[in-house]
């Protein structure tokens, strides 16, 4: 038996996964489940505003929410595992040196601290947020497109993506923290410089590029994101090479003298999210402190290595959600921006109504 719901008229099937098409053998309630999701497709496949899009991300979150937290638990380790070592470890390491007097000395380890962060808390991150993309764009594409959403079928295309959305987002974020790169490197050579007045006037120009730098590299970051927002989208959906995925997204992207441009959606959803982000993790920080975990492990027997471990493991809580309820958000919604993108410059819902009469011409419209 078929049982519909929600606003957009996906069967309650839909939000868990099901194929709503294999739970019965009757032909009428196949075309009525064919007609309705052409119709729901139909009210989404359209031209929106930076708003429509958001609030659409947020709809089709709400009714895949389960089905995309299920799937990005584990992957979200990945990306708390990075976290917490760049945080309990990368960053306590530079206030640390084991040779106070030599500056060479300290240079070194600065630079191996940052080349361990990178190398471990890079490619952790990394792994754990293309996995969770490739599922949550394939989830939310099927959504668009009046597809059951299935999680199997979804799991297998965020491995089947992995290797390419890696590479990809590697890419970005190197672009991205080129700029802090150098300026960590320009405060590295400045501290070389030799103790005279040549070389005191050099240090000061090296510092103060830096810091400039630094200020400039803060903003590429997010600038570079938005400019390859829906690099993601169009890796999973187009099975793109990383060159050509950051060409196709920024193609997407540009205004034409007839249609806006994609960026001001794209830096409404990310603002969003880090809005949420600021105001998720204090509040849940805030809920832990009320609750009184962490001050109550001692009343439990157990090895003192894990009560520190436990405690350790309760303050990324915060943390954990943040990222596995949030992440998704922004990749739901460059997905429904991909799709508003291609509908207002490539016509793609006059596609998919083609595809229907083609569908249709091939099999009887209405099976006794």
């Known amino acids: 038996m078929l049982r519909f719901g929600g606003s957009d008229g996906d069967g309650f099937g839909a939000c868990l996964g099901?194929?709503?098409?294999?739970?019965?053998s009757d032909p009428l309630s196949r075309y009525l489940v064919n007609r309705t999701s052409r119709t729901s497709r139909r009210e989404r496949l359209r031209p929106m505003t930076s708003s429509e899009v958001l609030d659409m991300a947020l709809s089709v979150y709400q009714a895949l929410g389960w089905t995309i937290l299920k799937l990005t638990a584990l992957p979200t380790v990945f990306c708390l595992a990075s976290v917490a070592f760049v945080w309990e470890y990368v960053l306590p390491s530079f206030g640390l040196t084991n040779h106070p007097s030599d500056v060479k000395a300290q240079v070194g380890e600065a630079a191996a601290t940052i080349g361990v962060g990178i190398g471990v808390g890079g490619p952790l991150f990394l792994l754990g947020l293309a996995y969770s993309s490739g599922v949550v764009v394939t989830l939310v594409s099927d959504h668009m497109l009046g597809r059951t959403p299935n999680a199997a079928s979804a799991a297998?295309?965020?491995?089947?993506?992995l290797r390419r959305l890696f590479l990809l987002m590697l890419y970005e974020v190197?672009?991205?923290?080129?700029?802090?790169l150098a300026a960590t490197g320009l405060l590295m050579v400045s501290a070389l410089m030799p103790a005279d007045a040549t070389g005191d006037a050099w240090a000061a120009a090296a510092?103060?590029?830096a810091l400039f730098a630094y200020l400039i590299g803060f903003i590429v970051l997010p600038a570079v994101l938005v400019r390859?927002?829906?690099?993601?989208a169009v890796c999973v959906l187009e099975s793109l090479g990383s060159r050509a995925t950051a060409k196709r997204s920024v193609a997407l992207m540009k205004a034409t003298p007839w249609q806006p441009s994609g960026y001001p959606a794209a830096w409404l959803i990310t603002v969003c999210v880090l809005l949420l982000i600021l105001l998720l993790l204090p509040g849940l920080s805030a809920g832990l402190g009320?609750?009184?975990?962490?001050?109550?492990?001692?009343?439990?027997?157990?090895?003192p290595l894990l009560d520190m471990l436990l405690a350790r493991a309760i303050e990324q809580v915060p943390s954990y959600l943040a990222i596995w309820t949030l992440v998704p958000v922004w990749c739901a919604g460059v997905t429904i921006l991909y799709y508003e993108r291609?509908?207002?410059?490539?016509?793609?819902?006059?596609?998919?109504l083609a595809a229907d009469v083609r569908q249709a011409d091939r099999r009887s419209k209405f099976e006794l």
């Open 18 to 24: 099901y194929n709503a098409l294999n739970l019965t």
């Open 174 to 180: 190197m672009v991205g923290w080129s700029g802090v």
């Open 207 to 209: 510092t103060g590029t």
């Open 290 to 303: 009320a609750i009184g975990i962490s001050s109550d492990l001692h009343l439990v027997p157990s090895i």
């Open 342 to 352: 291609r509908v207002r410059l490539e016509g793609f819902d006059i596609e998919a």
């Open 156 to 161: 297998a295309s965020g491995l089947r993506v």
């Open 228 to 232: 390859h927002a829906l690099a993601p």
